[in-house]
């Protein structure tokens, strides 16, 4: 069969004897293998019978960035970096050959060959790029555009110098030398765009700018920012780690998504060719984990005056429509782990603080977890329902003549200041503990009074009633959109 003529039909065998052999291979040289899965995924493709073979290269090419030895063996030879136990990259790499030969050692020898050369490049370029520092690369950005009617690159670096210092003194309030931090950064930000070493491997930016400015004397806050920038790049990657950092995150992200945006070129259906939704992603991601973080439309709004008068539009119109996109970004990712109608429930009273919104949806899914939570829900979604559309205006308790009424008030009171505490604090959990004491009150209420009174101010006070009531649970979800 095909086996016996060295081909491998099912690429689930290649790809997983692909990856023991290389282990393997590594393990003799007291080495671990770095397997990416995109990697993997494409050797697997690349050849129908694998022939793992181990080479090295000169050690002396230990010298530059790992990243870069790491980057050229993949992108360039699609060979394996090994690493020791420690994590130091060693000079050891595997090469997924894809024939049997007599000598396998003429195939390592010419892949040594071939790799020797593409890491004398590596060394060139980052050798020049060091040499010229940083800063030499910033006037270069003229020449790259960003996006056709948002300028260039360097336009973009004025910018995120700009918000990246309006941000970063929001998040970190007080804190001078973390502003003037990622003012720098953000000018810095996209300087490597214009190095020979991003031009060849464009996965290293961000990495390489914050090697230069760590070698041109920038301060490391600076540094580390920049090597920050792109993160998170997936779901579930770690997040910047330093206020500049986060603040440089940011504002690369919003600066993008308003002005893409503003031209319209918001995502439609499965096209997002600017990854959109990605950076939306992030951006929530990063001002979920702030202390200090600005609300969503505070930190859109100083993205589009980074602007000035390069973006010609309706702020008001355009802002409807970034937070009407970050409002299905932030439901579909609690559509991961909660029922849709909680989350519209908590998303319908507000989102602009997401990791608010965050809170109120985990204690309101806990409360669901508890008995008696059906008829909890069903009682306080008629209160919202009935007291939804009406302008409740401040109650006089005085007026109040029904025994069922009364007591509805007695206990509203009984728990308004401290559930509104507790609510004021972020405690959802413990304002939810006090509201939930309210049910059989609510319960009698219903049973006893007839809301919508022929008589117009005996209906206004029994409305005013239910709005009190409705207003506090209200701070937490809109319960009228709650299944039952």
Not at 122 to 149: C, N, Q, T, W
Not at 173 to 192: F, I, V
């Amino acid at each position: 069969g095909l086996r016996s003529r060295h081909v491998e039909p099912d690429s689930r065998i290649r790809r997983e004897g692909i990856a023991k052999a290389t282990r393997e291979l590594a393990a003799s040289v007291e080495c671990e293998a770095i397997i990416e899965d995109w990697l993997l995924e494409e050797v697997t493709g690349l050849v129908e019978w694998a022939v793992p073979l181990l080479g090295s290269f000169d050690a002396e090419a230990l010298t530059l960035p790992a990243q870069v030895l790491i980057t050229s063996m993949n992108l360039h030879q699609r060979y394996f970096a090994l690493q020791s136990k420690e994590g130091a990259l060693s000079n050891h790499f595997v090469i997924i050959s894809g024939m049997v030969v007599r000598d396998p050692e003429i195939v390592v020898a010419g892949n040594v060959r071939v790799l020797a050369a593409r890491l004398a490049d590596a060394r060139f370029f980052y050798e020049s790029d060091a040499k010229k520092g940083i800063a030499h690369f910033v006037p270069k950005l003229e020449g790259r555009r960003f996006l056709e009617g948002l300028g260039t690159m360097l336009d973009k670096a004025k910018r995120l110098e700009t918000l990246s210092g309006e941000l970063a003194a929001r998040l970190e309030p007080n804190a001078e030398s973390t502003a003037a931090a990622a003012r720098r950064a953000g000018l810095l930000a996209k300087a490597d765009l214009a190095s020979d070493m991003v031009g060849e491997f464009a996965k290293l930016q961000g990495e390489m700018g914050a090697d230069y400015a760590r070698k041109s004397g920038e301060d490391e806050g600076v540094a580390l920012a920049i090597e920050e920038q792109y993160r998170p790049k997936f779901a579930g990657d770690s997040l910047p780690t330093t206020p500049a950092g986060a603040a440089l995150a940011l504002a690369d992200r919003l600066d993008s998504l308003v002005g893409c945006f503003g031209l319209g070129l918001e995502p439609t259906g499965s096209a997002d060719p600017y990854a959109l939704r990605r950076q939306a992603l992030g951006v929530l991601a990063i001002i979920a984990e702030q202390e200090h973080a600005p609300t969503l439309d505070e930190a859109l709004g100083l993205a589009y005056g980074a602007y000035g008068d390069a973006l010609d539009v309706d702020w008001e119109a355009l802002k409807g429509r970034l937070m009407s996109f970050f409002r299905g970004r932030l439901k579909a990712n609690f559509a991961q782990t909660y029922p849709a109608d909680l989350s519209e429930a908590v998303l319908s009273v507000g989102f602009n603080d997401p990791a608010d919104a965050q809170g109120r949806l985990e204690a309101l899914y806990a409360l669901k977890q508890t008995p008696g939570w059906d008829t909890l829900a069903a009682a306080v979604k008629r209160v919202a329902n009935i007291a939804g559309a009406h302008d409740g205006q401040a109650l006089d308790p005085s007026t109040l003549t029904e025994p069922a009424a009364i007591s509805l008030y007695e206990a509203w009171h009984a728990v308004h200041q401290s559930a509104t505490s507790a609510l004021d604090a972020g405690d959802y959990a413990g304002a939810l503990e006090r509201l939930v004491t309210l049910k059989p009150t609510i319960d009698r209420f219903f049973d006893e009074v007839l809301v919508m009174s022929k008589e117009p101010a005996e209906r206004e006070r029994r409305l005013n009633l239910l709005s009190s009531v409705d207003a506090l649970f209200h701070r937490i979800a809109a319960f009228d959109k709650v299944s039952t």
